[in-house]
């Protein structure tokens, strides 16, 4: 047994980075983890319905390129991603009215990885970027973590107010803008192309670059769709476009696209290569195979009609389990209705009465960077059938009514 005389005193082990320590949890995992229960019927995530996943089609794909290349799929590959798989996220793109070859593409491990790419190619600590207000809080970390100062540009019910974003880049000096212009996460807004011009115009003139993320925007259930603001005037050498599976295939596949000019997009494969070397490659050569193999257009379809009956019978039952007084808007697609309880309602206080009634939504206040507003909740419209929204919207109220308002 070695002399205890003898033995050095140890010395505690160095302090956590700072930009870990400053940067908070998502409410949004902490709260889906405390609903985890499945007698909870839960508007909080944005999870997009099971049932509705095309389980024999990506069965098939994953079949087939394992009875094809199974030494090639299961191998490492490149960093920038499968070329069967750019090249069909490509014809898609130039479908959809924005001209793209597969080179000018970059395959993330989802979507967020693909932010987190953007901001390790292009961010200093304290370089501004400039976010919506309300936003999406992944972002929030991603921006954190890089060390960048966020800046919130005012919103309405039309989206980003453009003339408010020309006014605090002026004054700001901002590298990037990240919006959400399509079926926005967490308000459900969609930006008209007045003001996507708008903001093409600001951005070249004040020299910024901009994070275009379209999540959301092959699941629109009414009205045109919208042009890319990557397609305006202005905006078609300084925007980065992000793209996803997760709410179109799966998001267990974990794969995203990075569409960015040349010089930004190889920074971008330098941090990749960084952080993962590349995504899976068997994952990327299934999903090319579903997308040669399969009607990805008329699964859409089916799954868009299915979010559009939940979205009515979210929103049409709102009047009834909402405080009178209340606000909330109706989107045209994605994921999320944006409500608002009358004055001297906190929901965040009320979150905990009103899950013991097994039901949840996530509050509001955690997505705004700039002063939040504590009446705002954030509710997702796709993960339960009509006839659980409907119980749900019901539990809603009776949570609501025994926690009643906090001030």
Known sequence: MPDQALTPAAAPVPELAARAARTGSSPVRDILALTARPEVIS???????????DVEGISAAFREVLARAPQQVLQYSTSEGDPELRAAVAARTTARGLPTDA????????????????????????????????????????????????????????????????????REN?????????????????LDAERRAAVAEVAARRGLWIAEDDPYGELRFEGEPQRWV?????????????????????????????????ALRRACVIAKQAADLHTSTIDQAAAARYLADSDLDAHLARVRGAYR????????GLSEALPEGSRWNRPAGGMFVWATLPAGYDATALLPEVVRHDVAYVPGAPFFAGRPDPAAMRLSFVTHPAEEIGAGLRRLRAGLAAARPTA
């Open 43 to 53: 508007f909080a995530g944005g999870l997009p319905a099971p049932e509705l996943f």
């Open 103 to 170: 080179d000018d593409l970059l395959v993330t491990t989802g979507s967020q990885q693909g932010l987190t790419l953007l901001a390790a190619a292009l961010l200093e600590p304290g370089d501004v970027v400039l976010v919506e207000d309300p936003c999406y809080l992944a972002v929030l970390q991603i921006f954190s973590l890089a060390g960048a100062r966020v800046v919130a540009v005012p919103t309405d019910d039309g989206g980003l107010d453009p003339a408010a974003l020309d006014e605090i880049a002026a």
């Open 174 to 190: 901002p590298k990037l803008l990240y919006v959400i212009p399509t079926f926005q996460n967490p308000t459900g807004r969609t």
């Open 230 to 262: 990557a397609s305006f005037p202005g905006a078609e050498d300084r925007t980065v476009l992000l793209g996803s599976f997760s709410k179109v295939m799966a998001p267990g596949l974990r794969l995203g696209t990075l569409r960015a000019p040349a």
């Open 309 to 316: 009956e939940r979205r009515d019978a979210l929103v049409d």
